[in-house]
């Protein structure tokens, strides 16, 4: 497995409290991608980052925000949590982007009551 | 717009049994196209592309440009199989994946 990392691995939180995922790589990848998976739905890309501070929305970004600071990090915040966003979230990261596949982490299961 | 479709929720065969994964996908230009499978309660793990043409756990795919598809093969179906199977496309000009929804494979002993 790629060196990619996600926590915690499992959070159960409550409606309208604010939550961050984490993802940590170690393979100094310059694309890090932020997905969820959601049962008839497959994964949906929620945003992406394709450098350090520079990211951008993906196809199901609404209520949701991200942060790279560093190459290795890339956070993925809840602002007010709801039960929609009930979900497994999947990091991925891939070297140069266009031309590489992606490499994905271990996954976060996240319930919001 | 781009979409991959799965048309199967779940496909379930016995051992020793071909297996057809089936792949459509909805793309004007050139994709790529690859599997993802996911064992239970594990990270999602690339199966195959189809740049590379070979064949990975005996799966194989081709690419039909004239059907637009991507169908996943198996001549003879293994219990380790039994896996989510994702079909995904990645256009030439962007870095995203474009997830189906997936299948659930189940091969019974």
């Known amino acids: 497995d790629a060196g990619i990392t996600q926590s915690p691995r499992h959070k159960v939180t409550e409606t309208g409290t604010p939550v961050t995922l984490r993802c940590h790589q170690t393979e100094n990848h310059r694309y890090m991608y932020w997905y969820r998976q959601d049962p008839g739905h497959g994964l949906r890309l929620i945003h992406y980052s394709y450098g350090v501070k520079d990211t951008d929305k993906g196809e199901v970004s609404d209520g949701y925000s991200v942060s790279r600071s560093k190459t290795e990090d890339f956070l993925l915040t809840l602002e007010s949590a709801t039960s929609s966003q009930t979900s497994v979230y999947f990091c991925a990261i891939s070297e140069a982007g266009k031309k590489e596949t992606q490499y994905f982490g271990p996954g976060t299961r996240l319930l919001v009551l | 717009a781009q979409r991959v479709t799965q048309p199967e929720k779940l496909l379930s065969v016995f051992k020793g049994a071909p297996v057809e994964l089936k792949c459509n996908y909805s793309?004007?230009?050139?994709?790529?196209l690859f599997w993802y499978v996911q064992y239970s309660r594990q990270r999602l793990q690339l199966l195959l592309r189809?740049?590379s043409r070979e064949s990975i756990k005996g799966f194989t795919a081709d690419l039909n440009k004239g059907e637009t598809s991507f169908h996943l093969k198996k001549p003879f179906a293994q219990e380790e199989d039994s896996a989510m199977y994702y079909c995904a496309l990645r256009s030439y000009n962007t870095d995203k994946l474009i997830f189906g929804t997936g299948t659930r494979l189940q091969v019974f002993p």
């Open positions: 793309y004007s230009g050139s994709p790529e």
């Open positions: 189809h740049i």
